[in-house]
Every structure is written in C-alpha cells, then in structure tokens.
C-alpha cells in the first residue's frame, strides 16, 4: 500500500538542520531531566513490598493509610488501582512487623476496614534489586554491543555508528520522558526500552538498506540525493507500519488496564522518536560521519574481484591445472 507518491523523491536532508534542532532540544532537555529529576526506581529495582487488596465496595483509603501508620508501616503509598475498589499499597522495604507471611499480616491489620481479599504480595528485597538494576543496565548495553558488531558486518562501521547513535538518541529521549511523568522503572519498563530499541532498529535498518542499494545501483555521488531516494523509498513502508504499531499500542493504553498504562505509554512515546529518528536521524548521521559513496564503491569492487579471483582459483583446482 502506497500512501505517498510512489516515484516522488522528498528532500529530507533539506531541512535536516529544522529535525536536528528539534532533535537536539529533546535529547538535552532528556539529559537536562534525567540529571536533575533523576529516575523513580519502582520496587522490582529498588527492593520493596507490594500489596493489591480488592475490596468488595469503595476502599477506605484513609483508613488503610491510619491503619498501616498505627501498625508501624510509615511512608506506605496506598492508591486506587483499576477501579475504586481495589488498591495497592507499596512501601520501600519489607516489614518485620508482619512476619514470614505478608499477606496474613496485611490482612490482619486490615481486618476490620471492611470485605476484602489480598490478591497479589510481591516482595523484593534490596540485594536482589539492586542484582535486577545490574542485568537491566547490562541487558541494554549488551543489545547495542550486538547491533554494533551485526551491522558493522552486514554493512560498514560506519552504518554500525550511525545505528548505535539512533538508538542512544531513541532510549535517551524515552527515558527522559520516563523521568518526566516519573514513572516507576522496574521489569515492564525495561522491556518497553528494549522493544522501542528492537523497533526503532528495524526501521534504520530498512532504511539503511535503501541507501546501501542506492549506493550500489544509482549513478548519483552526492550523498544527501542517495538518502533522500531512500527514504523517500521506505517512506509509506515507515508510516504505515509506525501507524498500526501505535493504534495496537493506543487500545492497550485505553483498555489495556493499569497493570499495562506505564508500558504501553512507553511505547507510544518510543514508536514516535523512533520513527522520528529512523527517518531524520540514522541516516543522516552518515553524514557526520563522513560515509564516502566513492570509497564504499571501490571496497565492493574488491571485494568482487577477490571473489572472482578465489572462484577461479577453486575452478582450477577442481579441473588439476594448479
């Protein structure tokens, strides 16, 4: 499906400099925010306990919230989850207070408030949280490490460069939306930040594809002409697939319950900038870093002609001429 002239080639790289500039505000002001604001680690990274209670009428908040203080529970947040009938009280550390089972001292103090059932206790000590922030944090490093040597092998380093600076501009961008609405980082929003990478990835990579070809089959020396006949190219491709991606991620915001909200508002805001980015971003970042369509020509005539050179060399040891 076309939704752009199909033989029209836009120039993006025209008005590069508008994109790089809104690109630029956004990725300091991310920094700017993650520096000052910081982030607000939930309980999976942080260690802590959470409880969902679900009564069978309106929770009473200020009772819940009286009642933990008198049992010694200070700082606990108790908010409505989902509806006004259930909520989650969170506190950042486990409690001795109520004993080896959490859920029968929960209950215990909450007996009385009215009819209600402890649904979920989740309890994550600070070793272990500390243990998940390390592999989050290695997750995501280790992912680039990956796309950096896959693309630098399937294309040039410089691609691999370019890639890697899309991605760095993708999660930081998303995670300093994360620190403005300060929401909690814990294992859904790890696994937002790694999916916004895996898309965002595979649009440069389309894209990138593109020039490559472009490269290779177009007579233009000029850089800037070769990325704008690609993406122009990838363009009802990006847009359609940007589109659909975010109408499945915009119903799971609406209706996908709170239990999603943080992740799904995650990804919306992913899927833009990586879109944004895989358009007005990675491709020109070859640009920076000075990709020469002369010299990549030459390499893959090399290449071809060492190619040619072992084909024969094999063709005559298999006829025992050499």
Do not use: C
């Not at 609406?254 to 833009?272: A, L, R, T």
Request: hydrophobic residues 50%; without cysteine.
């Amino acid at each position: 499906m076309q939704i752009f002239d199909k033989g029209k080639i836009y120039d993006f790289m025209g008005v590069r400099h508008l994109f790089l500039a809104i690109s630029a505000i956004l990725f300091v002001g991310s920094i700017v925010l993650l520096s000052t604001w910081g982030l607000k680690f939930g309980i999976d990274f942080s260690g802590g306990t959470l409880i969902q209670v679900k009564y069978d009428k309106a929770a009473p908040l200020d009772d819940i919230r009286k009642r933990l203080d008198k049992a010694g529970i200070e700082g606990a947040s108790v908010t409505e989850f989902g509806s006004n009938e259930e909520v989650t009280i969170r506190y950042s550390s486990s409690n001795e207070s109520l004993g080896s089972d959490v859920g029968a001292g929960i209950a215990e103090i909450l007996d009385g408030s009215g009819n209600f059932e402890v649904r979920k206790v989740d309890v994550v000590g600070p070793k272990v949280g500390e243990e998940l922030k390390k592999s989050g944090l290695m997750a995501i490093i280790v992912s680039l490490a990956g796309i950096l040597i896959y693309i630098a092998v399937r294309f040039e380093w410089r691609f691999a460069l370019a890639a890697i600076a899309s991605e760095i501009h993708d999660v930081i961008i998303t995670m300093g939306f994360i620190s403005l609405m300060q929401i909690d980082v814990n294992l859904d929003t790890l696994a937002a930040i790694l999916t916004v990478i895996g898309y965002s990835l595979n649009d440069t990579i389309i894209v990138f594809d593109r020039v490559r070809e472009g490269v290779q089959e177009s007579k233009e020396n000029k850089l800037t002409a070769v990325i704008n006949e690609a993406v122009s190219r990838t363009l009802s491709r990006t847009i359609l697939t940007s589109l659909t991606t975010l109408i499945a991620v915009f119903v799971l915001f609406f209706y996908g319950g709170d239990m999603i909200h943080d992740f799904s508002s995650i990804m919306v805001v992913g899927v833009v900038v990586g879109t944004f980015s895989s358009v007005f971003i990675a491709a020109q970042a070859l640009i920076w870093l000075r990709f020469s369509i002369e010299h990549y020509r030459a390499d893959l005539a090399e290449k071809k002609r060492l190619k040619k050179e072992k084909e024969k060399m094999r063709a005559m040891y298999e006829k025992g001429i050499v």
